[in-house]
């Protein structure tokens, strides 16, 4: 097992790693940015090394520093934790050359998995089921003419090195095809240096569905289920949850073993999960592969009781683990809102500042993964997530009164938050009875049904 390890990351999810360490007797050592030097992440973990200033291009995204304090503090891993430098391959290859293991899959598989368009290639070799699309990168206008007309409108236009929802463009009619293929190269250039771009079939009100996995070096590999992740804002989740409320055991069975199928052939261990688009008649899609720990994983643990984090760690160490799929059965049912500090009654403007007041939930069934504390100043300079509530209850009737009731205790002052809209989410006819997709929330919101 690791003595040491360095976390590459801030806020919650350097907290959630922290307390995994701590719980496998693994030392941790912190980076932080002068800006967060009174962050809780600085102050839990063991030691902690300051990297630089505030701006993440020199301090959260810059290898060269990470690795220089876990070369001076005796760090044997790194955990990258979601979003900086957890899915960069080259990252991955100078912790490797440096003898310090990256806390994730091999950067082969980082690499491959992280262009979307041969990602959806090695599944085609694999035999899951993927979006109809084009065969890889389209260069040309006049290709994605061609294909948009052989498929039937509408397609969709997406960057190969695509994240976060960037670089997507929906092409209704052949008359909006060209403006949007210029719009969808600029954008993904802008966001991710890489203009490329595949295309595919638009699935016409879409649920996202996806499937936990956890593989060790020896080539054992389990399914977690799934998670319904459909409320999302601007193609990023905002509501995720455990069972999903229309995957019957048979369809998880299905989806959970095309997905193992999958991530075995590209050779994939650790932590990592396979998103699917699922149509009205339950056909599911292979969409992408994330190779790293999700914001969402807390509603797998919750309804699985798998530490995910300490698996992944477990794992990285060579660990085989020691879950049989047979085991692994969903009990009861588990909701997370992303809480972010965003101003929903005025188009989810970031709200940085001092948090004046603050008083978390608790109680029966009742997570919060947060780094915020009463007087935290929010920096303006990274995610706006500020918390993240998780519930647990029998059945989902039972989750969606404690996730009500615990919205309600909530107390965050000083700046404005997304608990107010969450509240109001809940307790609309489509979440209470499950049947909603991808567009749910910006259905709900162009109504302008809003009061909060
Ligand atoms: P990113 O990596 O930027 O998050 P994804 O490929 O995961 O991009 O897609 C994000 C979201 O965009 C999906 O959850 C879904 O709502 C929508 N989407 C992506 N591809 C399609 C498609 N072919 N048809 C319909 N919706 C899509």
Same mark, same amino acid.
């Given at each position: 097992?690791?003595?040491?390890?360095?976390?590459?990351?801030?806020?919650?999810?350097?907290?959630?790693?922290?307390? &995994?360490?701590?719980?496998?007797?693994i030392k941790s050592v912190a980076v932080y940015s002068t800006q967060d030097e009174n962050a809780l992440h600085t102050v839990f973990a063991d030691e902690a090394v300051?990297?630089?200033?505030?701006?993440?291009?020199?301090?959260?995204?810059?290898?060269?520093?990470?690795?220089?304090?876990?070369?001076?503090?005796? %760090?044997? &891993? !790194?955990?990258?934790?979601?979003?900086?430098? %957890?899915?960069? /391959?080259?990252?991955?290859?100078?912790?490797?050359?440096?003898?310090?293991?990256?806390?994730?899959?091999?950067?082969?598989? !980082?690499?491959?998995?992280?262009?979307?368009?041969?990602?959806?290639? %090695?599944?085609?070799?694999?035999?899951?089921?993927? =979006?109809?699309?084009?065969?890889?990168?389209?260069?040309?206008?006049?290709?994605?003419?061609?294909?948009?007309?052989?498929?039937?409108?509408?397609?969709?236009?997406?960057?190969?090195?695509?994240?976060?929802?960037?670089?997507?463009?929906?092409? #209704? $009619?052949?008359?909006?095809?060209?403006? /949007?293929?210029?719009?969808? #190269? &600029?954008?993904?250039?802008?966001?991710?240096?890489?203009?490329?771009?595949?295309?595919?079939?638009?699935?016409?009100? *879409?649920?996202?569905?996806?499937?936990?996995?956890?593989?060790?070096?020896?080539?054992?590999?389990?399914?977690?289920?799934? #998670?319904?992740? /459909?409320?999302?804002?601007?193609?990023?989740?905002?509501?995720?949850?455990?069972?999903?409320?229309?995957?019957?055991?048979?369809?998880?069975?299905?989806?959970?073993?095309?997905?193992?199928?999958? %991530?075995?052939? =590209?050779?994939?261990?650790?932590?990592?999960?396979?998103?699917?688009?699922?149509?009205?008649?339950?056909?599911?899609?292979?969409?992408?592969?994330?190779?790293?720990?999700?914001?969402?994983?807390?509603?797998?643990?919750?309804?699985?009781?798998?530490?995910?984090?300490?698996?992944?760690?477990?794992?990285?160490?060579?660990?085989?683990?020691?879950?049989?799929?047979?085991?692994?059965?969903?009990?009861?049912? /588990?909701?997370?809102? #992303?809480?972010?500090?965003? $101003?929903?009654?005025?188009?989810?403007? *970031?709200?940085?500042g001092e948090v004046t007041s603050f008083y978390q939930p608790g109680g029966p069934g009742t997570r919060v993964d947060t780094h915020i504390y009463a007087s935290y100043?929010?920096?303006?300079?990274? $995610?706006?997530?500020?918390?993240?509530?998780i519930v647990w209850g029998r059945e989902r009737q039972e989750a969606i009164s404690r996730l009500n009731r615990a919205l309600d205790e909530f107390v965050v002052e000083?700046?404005?938050?997304?608990?107010?809209?969450?509240?109001?989410?809940?307790?609309?006819?489509?979440?209470?009875?499950?049947?909603?997709?991808?567009?749910?929330?910006?259905?709900?919101?162009?109504?302008?049904?809003?009061?909060?």
């Amino acid at each position: 097992m690791f003595k040491k390890v360095l976390i590459a990351n801030r806020g919650e999810i350097a907290i959630r790693i922290i307390r &995994a360490c701590k719980e496998l007797g693994i030392k941790s050592v912190a980076v932080y940015s002068t800006q967060d030097e009174n962050a809780l992440h600085t102050v839990f973990a063991d030691e902690a090394v300051c990297i630089g200033p505030a701006s993440s291009a020199n301090s959260y995204l810059n290898p060269t520093r990470i690795i220089s304090a876990a070369e001076i503090t005796g %760090a044997d &891993a !790194i955990h990258p934790g979601y979003g900086f430098l %957890a899915e960069n /391959s080259e990252f991955a290859d100078m912790c490797n050359s440096c003898e310090i293991t990256f806390i994730g899959p091999s950067s082969e598989v !980082i690499r491959r998995m992280g262009d979307k368009a041969e990602a959806k290639k %090695a599944m085609v070799e694999a035999g899951v089921p993927v =979006v109809p699309g084009s065969d890889g990168i389209i260069s040309k206008e006049e290709e994605a003419h061609s294909l948009a007309q052989q498929m039937g409108y509408p397609v969709i236009l997406k960057a190969v090195a695509g994240g976060g929802g960037k670089g997507m463009r929906i092409v #209704r $009619d052949p008359k909006s095809l060209e403006n /949007s293929f210029m719009m969808a #190269r &600029a954008e993904a250039e802008a966001a991710f240096g890489n203009a490329d771009l595949y295309l595919e079939k638009y699935i016409e009100s *879409p649920r996202h569905i996806e499937i936990q996995l956890l593989g060790d070096q020896k080539g054992n590999m389990v399914y977690l289920g799934e #998670r319904e992740c /459909s409320i999302q804002r601007r193609h990023q989740k905002l509501i995720e949850e455990s069972p999903s409320p229309i995957i019957t055991d048979k369809i998880r069975k299905a989806m959970g073993e095309a997905a193992v199928k999958g %991530a075995l052939h =590209v050779g994939y261990f650790s932590t990592g999960t396979i998103e699917f688009l699922v149509d009205s008649k339950q056909n599911y899609y292979f969409m992408e592969m994330n190779t790293r720990i999700q914001v969402e994983h807390p509603v797998t643990e919750m309804v699985y009781q798998v530490d995910l984090i300490k698996e992944q760690i477990k794992v990285a160490a060579g660990m085989t683990i020691d879950i049989k799929q047979s085991q692994l059965k969903p009990v009861g049912h /588990s909701i997370e809102c #992303r809480i972010n500090a965003e $101003d929903p009654a005025n188009n989810f403007i *970031p709200s940085p500042g001092e948090v004046t007041s603050f008083y978390q939930p608790g109680g029966p069934g009742t997570r919060v993964d947060t780094h915020i504390y009463a007087s935290y100043k929010i920096p303006p300079y990274y $995610d706006s997530l500020i918390a993240k509530l998780i519930v647990w209850g029998r059945e989902r009737q039972e989750a969606i009164s404690r996730l009500n009731r615990a919205l309600d205790e909530f107390v965050v002052e000083g700046i404005k938050t997304t608990i107010p809209f969450h509240k109001f989410v809940i307790a609309t006819p489509e979440f209470l009875s499950g049947d909603f997709d991808t567009h749910f929330i910006e259905k709900i919101y162009r109504k302008d049904l809003i009061e909060i």
